[in-house]
């Protein structure tokens, strides 16, 4: 398989929750949390970062924007740590609620594609083209995966060699689907399940 369907059947997973490593985006600075902070400061208004919060951790977010508020006219220095400050206290209040840890705020850039893909048709209000890009790059992963493990199907039974080859092919295609079918039907969680 050719590196950039690799990619796009790994952005697939990613959106879908399949992915092998816990990936974000709301703690990038180009993410949707921190569009919204960015956006709140400008117009001086807190509003628009709240829906990033749980109803129990809105008041401290609000006193909290208020002090950032205060201060960050200070000086340019100032207002760059306040700034900070505040998408760091709202990325970590946000990503507590989804019982999710903060490991600190992610450069620009460091969205993953599906996941700036899911964004900009959310903002064009249409899905299609991207639900059928995954839709076709996870069906090509299936039938290679399958193609891979008929084959060693085929030659299993000539050596034990060859029938662990097979079912290391056998796995990796059964947990793929697994991992897919689990994710269709039960939703994907902001918690990423392990997967192959």
């Known amino acids: 398989m050719k590196n950039s369907k690799r990619s796009l059947v790994a952005a697939a997973l990613i959106s879908l929750g399949i992915a092998t490593q816990v990936l974000a985006h709301c703690d990038s600075m180009d993410g949707p949390v921190i569009k919204d902070a960015q956006r709140a400061l400008?117009?001086?208004?807190v509003t628009p970062v709240l829906k990033w919060v749980s109803a129990k951790d809105e008041d401290a977010m609000q006193e909290l924007f208020e002090q950032t508020t205060s201060i960050r006219r200070e000086s340019e220095t100032v207002q760059?740590?306040?700034?900070?400050y505040f998408f760091e206290t709202l990325v970590r209040i946000h990503r507590a609620s989804e019982g999710e840890g903060f490991t600190g705020l992610k450069p620009k850039g460091s969205v993953e594609p599906a996941i700036a893909a899911t964004d900009r048709a959310l903002g064009e209000g249409d899905i299609d083209q991207l639900a059928d890009?995954?839709?076709a790059a996870v069906r090509d992963e299936i039938k290679t995966r399958f193609n891979e493990a008929h084959k060693k199907k085929?030659?299993?039974?000539?050596?034990?060699?060859?029938?662990r080859e097979y079912v290391e092919a056998y796995?990796?295609?059964t947990h793929f689907i697994e991992a897919i079918h689990h994710t269709v039907s039960h939703g994907a969680s902001h918690k990423h399940q392990e997967s192959e």
């Open 42 to 45: 400008e117009n001086n208004d």
């Open 80 to 84: 760059e740590l306040a700034d900070n």
């Open 133 to 135: 890009k995954i839709a």
């Open 154 to 163: 085929l030659l299993s039974e000539d050596s034990v060699a060859q029938g």
């Open 171 to 173: 796995v990796k295609l």
